[in-house]
């Protein structure tokens, strides 16, 4: 549908405000700290083209965009009972009346019949207006859901990407250890057919590597499991295992630029993120709805024209006349409700009650906001001294390997010392990517939770942005 006239302009002008609230520079202004570089898909080019792909046929957007087309169409009917109502009725009939006691007269009426009527609501104290203001609100609403619905979207498809990476290589370090323990199990069936060991201690290590091959099988369903409801997630119809890589680089230190972004999140108060301005809008809804409480037990004015033509036939014992009567009215009335039984005493209370509601919910969502903005911060000092000892630890562990090595080629040790060494190896590369991937988690969810993210600089704002009237 196209928009012409002050409706195109305020759509344009509602765009622009939509687009300066999504962006990273709109949020927080020049001050905002630059966190390009710094997230998963910076690193991770599949996940790159995995949220590319996400932004549009994730059904949790499709779902968002589908609740700002209803919310518009309802801008509709709350605009009606402005604008005028015009009604026709159109029929061709014939009826005939006869009185009782007077068999000389009788009347019939045939023809053509129509009524045309026009009616506009003239002066009803605002609350007409407020009511399309309401409307208005609940599209700004439903567009600002839309945007935080990739936000979301993206922070839980960059957190659980990195833990599929994490749970992929623990689950191939659980597989490395298989061999070992199916080698120390062999060895010792042979050592009990010699009679060297004990039969409950060969049980007991059957029933170790049985229950190891049953938790790695356990592992391996719950890691296709979540791989395919990340894919359901991201709109993909399958995330095949090659799509999730084996290694996670080492992230850059943001600890710098943590402290700027908590920093700014304070000085702005959650004020420019997306659940402060829903709460605002929402507490402004609530002003309206007390305004038009306000007025229902006013008189309303209304304004009605109107035009019909009846055709009726009279006949009597000496003649028969036809007549056309064409009839046009014009009135002004009013309507009084006087005595509601009290329900507009509750509209307003309820008003005035949502209003509190969510002026509590700012207050709360402010302060939780800056606690988990600090929360994450210090958490990110503590991932980045954890990671830090993993990849020493990974070090020590190839360095050992290496050396394991060359005293195996030398024959100065067995290969199940060399197989031990590759399987601490394993472990430790495991380690190092599970602690880099809560280390860029977290980090990701501090960008997002302070409105940063640069995924909502490819949110477009393509829907009619109603104002206030």
């Given at each position: 549908m196209f928009l012409s006239g002050p409706r195109l302009w305020r759509s344009i002008g509602w765009a622009l405000v939509i687009w300066a609230s999504v962006s990273p520079h709109g949020v927080h202004g020049a001050e905002a700290p630059l966190v390009a570089g710094t997230l998963p898909e910076d690193?991770?080019?599949?996940?790159?083209?995995?949220?590319?792909?996400?932004?549009?046929?994730?059904?949790q957007?499709?779902?968002?965009?589908?609740?700002?087309?209803?919310s518009e169409a309802r801008v509709y009917a709350a605009d009606a009972p402005r604008l005028p109502k015009l009604a026709a009725n159109l029929n061709f009939a014939t009826s005939q009346t006869a009185v009782s006691g007077d068999n000389s007269t009788q009347n019939r009426d045939q023809g053509f019949f129509y009524l045309v009527t026009l009616n506009q609501a003239i002066?009803?104290?605002?609350?007409?207006?407020?009511?399309?203001?309401?409307?208005?609100?609940?599209?700004?609403?439903?567009?600002?859901?839309?945007a935080e619905a990739h936000r979301l979207l993206a922070l839980n498809l960059r957190q659980q990407y990195l833990a599929l990476i994490a749970r992929k290589l623990a689950i191939t370090q659980a597989r490395n250890s298989l061999p070992q323990a199916e080698a120390a199990q062999a060895l010792e069936r042979e050592q009990l057919s010699r009679g060297l060991v004990p039969r409950t201690q060969v049980e007991a290590r059957e029933l170790g590597l049985r229950e190891a091959r049953l938790q790695v099988a356990r592992v391996e369903e719950d890691f296709a499991s979540d791989r395919r409801r990340f894919a359901r997630m991201a709109g993909l119809g399958d995330l095949p295992d090659s799509a999730i890589p084996m290694a996670i680089p080492k992230p850059a230190d943001v600890a710098a630029t943590a402290t700027a972004v908590v920093a700014t999140l304070s000085r702005d108060g959650g004020r420019s993120l997306f659940e402060s301005e829903i709460i605002a809008l929402r507490t402004r809804e609530a002003?309206?709805?007390?305004?038009?409480?306000?007025?229902?037990?006013?008189?309303?004015?209304?304004?009605?024209?109107?035009?019909?033509?009846?055709?009726?036939?009279?006949?009597?014992t000496n003649n028969v006349t036809q007549q056309a009567v064409t009839r046009q009215t014009a009135s002004l009335n009013a309507q009084w409700d006087i005595f509601d039984g009290l329900a507009t005493r509750g509209a307003k209370k309820e008003a005035l009650t949502t209003r509190r509601?969510?002026?509590?919910?700012m207050a709360s969502f402010t302060v939780e906001?800056?606690?988990?903005?600090?929360?994450?911060?210090?958490?990110?000092?503590i991932d980045a001294?954890?990671?830090?000892?993993?990849?020493?630890?990974?070090?020590m562990a190839g360095d050992g390997l290496r050396q394991l090595q060359q005293e195996f080629e030398l024959g100065r040790v067995a290969r199940s010392a060399v197989t031990g060494a590759e399987n601490r190896v394993s472990s430790s590369?495991?380690?190092?990517?599970?602690?880099?991937?809560?280390?860029?988690s977290r980090w990701a969810e501090l960008v997002s939770l302070a409105g940063l993210d640069p995924v909502l600089n490819n949110v477009a704002v393509s829907h009619h942005a109603p104002s206030s009237r």
């Open positions: 690193y991770l080019p599949e996940l790159k083209a995995i949220l590319a792909t996400a932004r549009q046929r994730s059904p957007v499709i779902a968002s965009e589908i609740e700002i087309a209803l002066f009803q104290w605002g609350a007409l207006k407020n009511q399309s203001a309401i409307a208005d609100i609940n599209v700004q609403i439903a567009q600002k859901n839309h002003d309206l709805r007390y305004e038009i409480a306000k007025v229902r037990l006013r008189p309303k004015i209304f304004a009605s024209l109107g035009s019909s033509l009846d055709n009726a036939t009279t006949a009597t509601q969510q002026e509590n919910r906001t800056l606690e988990r903005a600090n929360q994450l911060a210090r958490q990110l000092a001294e954890a990671m830090e000892i993993d990849e020493i630890q990974q070090r590369e495991a380690a190092s990517a599970g602690a880099r991937a809560a280390y860029l």
